[in-house]
């Protein structure tokens, strides 16, 4: 709260998506207005991080959420949010575990000495291909 209008990209969008998650345990909101909140911090989520890497030259959000490694379903799930129905809970669930996953290894890891990215490489490839298998369960149609 110090830091005001200068906070860090990072730490707003992490406190967003945790308040996000924070929302969805407590039971005190409908499905519709979840939907919303993970809607709106994934939406900022996108725009902020890749905002930095615009140049005068429009480039495609997909390029530059690449070259970031954000995953190119992620910015799909904005798109939708943005311009197209509103996904399902269970979509933005996983949408913001795996940003806050991006977040963790990208920022929080570097802030801590990498302390928090100690897992072996087998944990890694069986999270990638859980993930996998969770947006096929989700529902690939809505991206096609």
């Not at 480039?59 to 959420?65: F, N, T």
């Not at 798109?79 to 575990?97: F, I, Q, S």
């Not at 944990?123 to 096929?136: C, F, Y």
Request: glycine fraction near 6%; aromatic fraction near 6%; include cysteine.
């Amino acid at each position: 709260s110090r830091y005001g209008p200068k906070m860090p990209l990072a730490v707003d969008c992490t406190a967003e998506l945790i308040r996000c998650k924070v929302l969805d345990s407590s039971g005190k909101l409908k499905s519709h207005e979840l939907i919303l909140s993970y809607g709106l911090a994934l939406v900022r989520f996108v725009n902020l991080i890749t905002e930095r890497k615009q140049k005068m030259v429009s480039i495609p959000l997909r390029q530059l959420a690449k070259e970031v490694d954000i995953p190119i379903w992620v910015v799909d799930l904005r798109h939708e949010l943005t311009h197209g129905k509103l996904p399902r809970l269970a979509l933005c669930r996983k949408g913001c575990d795996v940003v806050l996953d991006w977040l963790r290894k990208t920022y929080w890891s570097r802030q801590l000495g990498n302390n928090l990215c100690e897992e072996s490489e087998d944990e890694d490839e069986d999270e990638e291909q859980e993930g996998v298998e969770e947006n096929a369960e989700l529902g690939n149609d809505a991206w096609e």
